[in-house]
C-alpha cells in the first residue's frame, strides 16, 4: 500500500478573493503574512439537515438519525483523537471521518461524522466547532454536532493544495490549517457570539513553496515544521519568522510528525529524501540539534514494525499512532517508560 499522502503533483486552484486581501512584504528570515478576513465559500441553513416526520399531519421536524459505519477495517487511518465525549478516526483511504463514545467498540458500531471527503488527515475542534480537510479537494469542512448527528455548516474552498493537518491552539483560539504543499498556514478564528469562522491571516514560508511538508507542531510562540527537505524548521507562530534550523540526515528526510514528550522528542519517518519507505520508522531524541549527526534511537522495534507510522497524539495521557501498510495494526497505543522509551505496547484496530 502506498503512503496517503506520497501524492507529489502540484494541484492549480483558483484565486480566492483576491480583492480582499492585502499583501505584507516580508524580508530575511520572516515568513509572508497575508492580514485578510475571508468568508465561507458556503454556508448552510442547519435547518436543512433536518427530515421532517411529516408533510401533512403537522408533526415537528426531527433531527437525522447518525450514520453507521459499515465497514469493519480501517484503510490508512491517519489521526486518531478525542474531542469532548467521542473519539474520532479519520480513515483517510476510506474518506470518511468516524466517531464513538467508545474507544472499544467494534469499527461498524462507530458512526461516521462526514464521507464528504477525499482522502481527509485530521480533524480538530474548540469544542463548539469542528473543522476537517478535505485534503484532494484543497477544502476545509466546518461542522457542528446537534446532539444527534455532525451538521456541515460552512466550506472554505481553495486552501493551498492538498491541506492536511488542522490544529485548535488554545492560547489564541485560533484553528491553523496546514497546506501541504504551498507553505501557507490558514488561521482560522471564529466570529465573537457566533460558530461562524472566517480565514482571519494566511502565512507563507516561501523556501517550503513546492515542498512536502505532512505537518507542524506547535509548542508555545513556536511552531515546528517537519520540512521535506531535510530539516526541520522551527518559527515564531505569530508572523512565522525563522527562530531555527535543525538539519537531519537523509534517510530521515520524509518525516511525517514530530512530538515533544517529557526529555525530548518522537519523531514519525515515512521516507528517506528518495522517497524510500522502507526507511519509514519512528525515533526518539533528547535534542533536536542531535539529529544532524544521527544522535537519535530508532523505536520503531517496540511496534511490529514493517509499516509506516503516522500521527501521533494524546488521549486520557496514553500515547496512541496510526500506522499503514501493516494489516490489523492500523492503531497502537502505548505508555513511554522513565528510560523514555515505549513500553505496554497494544494494538487497538
Excluded at 181 to 188: A, H, I, N, Q
Excluded at 248 to 274: K, N, R, Y
Excluded at 318 to 323: D, G, I
Aim: proline residues 3%.
Amino acid at each position: 500500500m502506498t503512503d496517503c499522502n506520497m501524492t507529489e503533483k502540484r494541484f492549480f486552484c483558483g484565486v480566492v478573493c483576491a480583492c480582499i486581501i492585502l499583501a505584507m512584504t516580508a524580508c530575511g528570515d520572516y515568513g509572508s503574512v497575508t492580514q485578510t478576513h475571508i468568508e465561507a465559500t458556503q454556508t448552510f441553513d442547519t435547518g436543512s439537515q433536518y427530515a421532517e416526520a411529516s408533510s401533512d399531519d403537522g408533526t415537528e421536524e426531527t433531527p437525522a438519525e447518525p450514520v453507521r459505519n459499515l465497514g469493519t477495517s480501517l484503510s490508512v487511518p491517519t489521526q486518531i483523537t478525542r474531542i469532548g465525549d467521542f473519539y474520532f478516526i479519520v480513515d483517510c483511504y476510506n474518506n470518511q471521518v468516524i466517531y464513538s463514545d467508545s474507544i472499544d467498540k467494534p469499527l461498524n458500531e462507530w458512526y461516521v461524522m462526514t464521507s464528504d471527503i477525499d482522502k481527509g488527515h485530521t480533524v480538530a475542534s474548540d469544542g463548539e466547532v469542528y473543522l476537517v480537510d478535505d485534503t484532494e479537494r484543497h477544502r476545509v469542512l466546518v461542522f457542528e454536532y446537534d446532539g444527534s448527528t455532525f451538521i456541515n455548516t460552512q466550506v472554505f474552498e481553495n486552501i493551498g493544495t492538498r491541506p492536511h493537518f488542522i490544529v485548535y491552539n488554545e492560547a489564541d483560539r485560533s484553528f491553523y490549517v496546514w497546506s501541504s504543499m504551498t507553505g501557507e498556514m490558514y488561521v482560522f478564528e471564529r466570529s465573537e457570539g457566533s460558530t461562524q469562522m472566517y480565514i482571519s491571516r494566511i502565512m507563507k514560508l516561501d523556501e517550503l513553496d513546492g515542498v512536502y511538508v505532512r505537518s507542524f507542531t506547535i509548542d508555545g510562540d513556536s511552531v515546528y515544521l517537519v520540512s521535506g527537505n531535510s530539516q526541520i524548521i522551527e518559527a515564531r507562530l505569530s508572523d512565522f519568522k525563522i527562530l531555527h534550523r535543525y538539519p537531519v540526515p537523509d534517510e530521515l528526510a520524509g518525516m511525517i510528525q514530530i512530538m515533544p514528550v517529557d526529555g525530548g522528542f518522537f519523531i514519525t519517518i515515512s521516507t528517506d529524501v528518495h522517497g524510500n519507505q522502507d526507511f519509514a520508522t519512528i525515533i526518539y531524541a533528547e535534542k533536536l540539534e542531535d539529529l544532524e549527526n544521527s544522535g537519535y534511537t530508532d523505536v520503531y522495534s517496540y511496534f511490529v514494525g514493517g509499516g509506516t507510522p503516522y500521527y501521533m497524539g494524546v488521549i486520557d495521557g496514553r500515547f496512541y499512532l496510526t500506522e499503514h501498510r501493516v494489516p490489523g495494526h492500523s492503531v497502537w497505543s502505548f505508555d513511554i517508560g522513565e528510560d523514555h522509551m515505549p513500553t505496554d505496547v497494544t494494538a487497538v484496530y
